[in-house]
């Protein structure tokens, strides 16, 4: 419908400038037309000499009168009588007044009478008899087969523009209903999409090239939802799996205890071990519960920054003495160098340093050396935790930051620490601080990076 307003309009618009470019033409032809004629007359009296000759002048421009189709003429003297008239009711009109011969385009009179039409000019023109008055000359012209003309020609183009609409509004609805079949085929696909089948992607190759760009956004889109839709398949599951140890433990312990009577010493020690179960339930849950609270604030990340200034290296001085019975037991050395200060929470940032202190432990062979590299790099400062050990293969470093995922899961901690959420809880500490967090390994080195702005 717009295109067909547009294109009425524009049709209109060149109608309505034909209109008047013709009847500006025509105007000019009679303006020549009645200059003539005037002309004529100007010569024929500027001969007159005497009252006889004027007498006799209506004989005389008859002729140039007759010469040019429709003009007419009327010839009044200086008493306001009428001289020559060949057609005395055109000239009833008052006209206004006179023109001069030398002006290019002279303003014409109009005026109707009945049915008719007609253009006139009027001027004074000076007879060579002595001491006589100027006679004034009138000439007019019928413009009945103008209007004809127009009449016909307006009937025509208007007629074309009425049809010319309807074939722009067909043409447009055509043209619109063809472009938009992409679109058509693209909701037609997406509403085959639901959350068991994010693996449908609209088509991309049979689309024009204006909508390839949204085609591709889109196919970006169900491909991120249906990453996440897995990650929190794989989440749902590694949670009812890592929650199923504890509580089997419980109430295999407790269905022990209760299968005969024991001293105060038995349920004592089966206590003991539900006291330890319930810890790491406990702190499984409060590690969910953070990672929630993370990824539910993308415009509070700085909410969970209660920022200060931090001295890293004192946080990692203060986190080796934490370590070191861990460390002097498996004849691990720890090593810091350097210095670095950031700005945020001290005591997240000192979680995120104990995971990945933890981890380096861990992995660390007896003997080895768990390094921490603090530097400054521009507007930013960097904390590697180096330790040596068993190299992480290409596959799973990208998946290290993952809940509940770990390269090897037969290596879980005996004491039951190992629950795969402290990465995921460091890279999540990290970007609540505006930085990032990325992992190397080879050559039996592993490196996490720490990258935080600088104070």
Same mark, same amino acid.
């Given at each position: ?47 007159? &000499?005497? $009252? ?37 009711? $055109? ?19 109009? %005026? ?16 060579? +008899? ?19 003309? /127009?009449?016909?020609? /307006? ?5 074309? $523009?009425?049809?010319?609409?309807? *074939?722009?509004?067909?043409?447009? %609805? ?109 702190? /499984? ?98 904390? *590697? ?33 190992? &629950? ?9 500490? $990290? ?5 990032? +967090?990325?992992? &190397?390994?080879?050559?039996?080195? &592993? ?9």
């Amino acid at each position: 419908m717009l295109f067909a307003a547009g294109a009425s309009a524009v049709l209109l618009a060149l109608g309505f400038l034909i209109n008047v470019s013709i009847e500006r033409h025509f105007e000019d032809l009679d303006r020549d037309t009645l200059r003539a004629g005037l002309i004529q007359a100007h010569h024929a009296i500027a001969r007159v &000499t005497t $009252v006889a000759e004027l007498q006799q002048l209506p004989a005389i421009l008859s002729d140039p009168a007759h010469g040019h189709h429709g003009l007419l003429m009327h010839l009044v003297g200086p008493q306001g009588q009428v001289l020559a008239s060949p057609a005395l009711p $055109v000239f009833t009109e008052p006209f206004g007044q006179t023109v001069q011969l030398t002006d290019p385009a002279p303003p014409l009179q109009r %005026w109707s009478i009945g049915e008719r039409n007609f253009r006139g000019l009027a001027t004074r023109v000076a007879s060579a +008899i002595p001491d006589a008055a100027p006679l004034e000359v009138r000439v007019a012209i019928d413009i009945g087969h103008h209007q004809v003309f /127009m009449d016909t020609l /307006m009937g025509t183009l208007w007629l074309f $523009v009425a049809c010319a609409a309807v *074939a722009a509004g067909l043409l447009g %609805w055509f043209a619109a209903k063809r472009g938009l079949a992409p679109l058509r085929a693209m909701r037609s696909r997406a509403e085959r999409v639901t959350a068991q089948s994010l693996d449908q992607r609209l088509p991309t190759d049979a689309v024009p090239a204006e909508l390839a760009d949204l085609a591709h956004t889109l196919n970006e889109m169900l491909a991120r939802l249906e990453e996440a839709f897995r990650r929190l398949s794989d989440f749902s599951s590694d949670i009812a799996h890592e929650l199923r140890t504890p509580v089997s433990n419980l109430m295999t312990q407790t269905q022990v205890s209760l299968a005969r009577n024991r001293d105060a010493t038995g349920y004592r020690e089966i206590l003991e071990s539900n006291a330890e179960e319930f810890e790491r339930l406990a702190r /499984m849950i409060s590690d969910m519960l953070f990672l929630a609270k993370a990824d539910n604030a993308h415009a509070a990340t700085r909410a969970l920054v209660q920022p200060e200034p931090v001295d890293l290296a004192r946080e990692v001085g203060d986190l080796f003495e934490f370590y070191e019975a861990l460390a002097d037991e498996r004849g691990i050395q720890l090593q810091c160098t350097g210095q670095a200060n950031t700005r945020g929470d001290r005591l997240m940032l000192r979680r995120a340093l104990s995971n990945l202190l933890s981890n380096a432990l861990r992995y660390t062979p007896p003997g080895g050396c768990v390094q921490v590299r603090l530097t400054t790099q521009g507007e930013f400062v960097q904390v *590697a935790v180096v330790n040596p050990g068993d190299s992480i293969a290409p596959e799973h470093l990208v998946h290290l930051f993952e809940r509940f995922y770990r390269a090897d899961p037969s290596r879980q901690n005996a004491t039951g620490e190992g &629950t795969g959420l402290g990465l995921a809880i460091t890279q999540a500490i $990290v970007l609540a601080h505006q930085g990032r +967090i990325t992992a &190397t390994s080879a050559d039996g080195l &592993t490196c996490f990076t720490l990258l935080l702005p600088r104070a």
